[in-house]
């Protein structure tokens, strides 16, 4: 038996959340939230199987090779809100039967050659943020799991100020980046909510989109290199910031998910680090008229760094939990820069903004937001705590479809919940756009039911075909996982899983990087 200590929650302890009062009245009026459900102490691994001849080759390619408990423990699954349900339920059946910590390139290329030989699947792991169910390899068919985790290759190995870029390794974790590109006057410009313990490389594998993704762009549009381990060999892509030389053999490694080869490497593109930032909170009398001016922004500027738009619910969600207060729909505007530039844009903002429909509120919601912006997992954690179900979906559809996937996708979500006798708070903000489109990011909370796992599941499940119904993507920046799996191989279709599939022999022809995961 083991302790689960912190592996079924966010983060650091010291960050946790405790809910106060008044928002355990809220929880109980508005949702029938009782009190707290009981949560195992502790949780039993599975018997390690791979046997000592396939262990000592795992040693013999990286001899930072673990299959103590603690360490398996750390990389039995994501962060899901399923993951940690079923870990608060004493349920770790997705453990790896070792954690190798490779220190160079060549032992992670090693190790692949002894996981082909000994047919051991591989799990990649960077920070262990998943929330789709992408560090749960399938087991059948294989004589062991592996997990690989790559934080011992953290270093900057190179940066051109001249260019603009920089080459790490993929194990870094962004903070630590982010630190090294501030000392030479640069920044990433790359936050999402995971920003505090996901890597580099898991940025690449899942196409992630940071907060401030309106002026900086998504990960997947920084990288313009990409080294990868495979079963077959090294693969290098990108000698030049755009090129005419066939496909982008890029593209195959982002969004792969560790399934065509462990990236080990990510040159990306920096930009010189702001010297001013003007946060402020904008009022809207509805989501549509939010809307209207959110994609106003977009397609014809000024469009700041950060351009986030809460719904009705959110807003008054936020409002009454201690946050921003404002009636209708918030809007967070963010810009940085020079202090030149961020002087002028926000003038250009402050006329525009009104002619849209908006009322300014200052800079105290905006700067409420920037401060606390990493803090909603570990309000998920004291949801769960207090016997309440918290998860976060995402899409993304054009502007004309838009309306009617967050219609369809919330009204989903409340029809399945409250036909299982726990009717929700369903709450969306738009958090990325584009000049046609943008992305929907929801957030759920409910009672939990005697099974949360099944409650939820059934849920996803809902909203992943209204999803697809009304046209959009299944997933914007959560990545494919086990999760999203069904939802999308009908969206790219029997040909493209076909194409994938003919990636994945040629890369991985005995099938050992992550098994189950973004191809069925």
């Known amino acids: 038996m083991n302790e689960l200590r912190d592996v079924a929650r966010w983060g650091t302890p010291a960050a946790a959340v405790t809910l106060s009062p008044d928002v355990r009245d809220l929880l109980g009026a508005a949702l029938g939230v009782t009190g707290p459900r009981p949560a195992a102490s502790t949780v039993t691994l599975p018997a390690v199987t791979l046997d000592e001849t396939v262990l000592e080759d795992l040693r013999t390619a990286c001899p930072a090779l673990s299959t103590g408990d603690d360490g398996r423990l ?15 339920a004493g349920q770790a059946g997705d453990a790896p039967d070792a954690v190798a910590r490779p220190a160079t390139q060549q032992q992670v290329t090693d190790l692949l050659a002894v996981c082909s030989r000994h047919r051991v699947a591989v799990v990649p792991f960077g920070g262990g943020t998943s929330v789709v169910g992408g560090l749960a390899a399938r087991r059948d068919g294989f004589t062991g799991v592996l997990a690989v985790d790559l934080a011992a290759l953290d270093r900057l190995v190179h940066l051109d100020p001249v260019s603009r870029i920089a080459t790490f390794e993929a194990g870094i974790r962004a903070p630590r980046a982010e630190e090294l ?16 313990y996901a890597s580099l490389g898991g940025f690449a594998a899942t196409r992630s989109s940071g907060q401030a993704s309106s002026g900086y762009g998504r990960f997947d549009r920084m990288v313009v290199g990409l080294r990868a381990a495979t079963p077959v060999g090294p693969l290098d892509t990108g000698r030049a910031p755009e090129s005419a030389a066939g496909p982008d053999l890029r593209q195959l490694l982002l969004g792969s998910e560790g399934a065509f080869g462990v990236i080990t490497e990510v040159t990306v593109r920096v930009r010189p680090a702001p010297r001013a930032r003007d946060y402020t909170g904008w009022s809207f009398p509805s989501f549509d008229a939010g809307t209207h001016a ?35 729909c918030l809007a967070v505007v963010g810009v940085e820069g020079t202090a030149e530039e961020v002087a002028a844009r926000t003038a250009a903002l402050e006329h525009r903004l009104p002619a849209l429909g908006g009322t300014p509120l200052g800079a105290a919601p905006g700067e409420a937001w920037r401060e606390g912006r990493f803090r909603a997992p570990y309000l998920r954690d004291a949801l769960l705590d ?23 996708v919330r009204d989903a979500l409340t029809r399945t919940l409250s036909g299982a006798g726990t009717p929700p708070l369903v709450m969306c903000h738009i958090s990325h756009v584009y000049d046609s489109g943008a992305s929907l990011y929801f957030t759920v909370a409910a009672a939990q039911t005697d099974d949360p796992v099944a409650q939820w599941r059934a849920a996803k499940a809902a909203a992943g075909d209204a999803i697809a119904a009304s046209g959009a993507t299944i997933t914007h920046h959560h990545g494919v996982g086990r999760a999203h799996l069904p939802w999308y191989t009908r969206e790219i279709g029997d040909v493209g ?12 022809p005995h099938g050992i990087l992550n098994p189950g995961i973004l191809l069925p």
Not at 74 to 88: C, I, M, N, Q, V
Not at 399 to 406: C, F, N
Not at 497 to 503: D, E, F, I, M, N
């Open 74 to 88: 750390a990389h039995a699954a994501g962060k899901s809100t399923e993951d940690l349900l079923r870990l608060r």
């Open 294 to 328: 959110v994609r106003a922004l977009a397609q014809d500027g000024p469009l700041p760094t950060v351009l986030r738009l809460s719904d009705e619910t959110e807003t008054a969600i936020n409002a009454a939990t201690g946050g921003p207060q404002s009636g209708g």
């Open 181 to 196: 590109l501030a000392a030479e006057g640069f920044t990433l410009g790359h936050f999402p909510q995971s920003f505090e």
């Open 386 to 408: 207090a016997g309440a179900i918290a998860e976060t979906l995402e899409t993304a559809t054009f502007w004309d479809r838009l309306p009617a996937t967050y219609t369809a």
């Open 497 to 508: 899983v076909a194409a994938l599939r003919g990636v994945k022999n040629a890369l991985d």
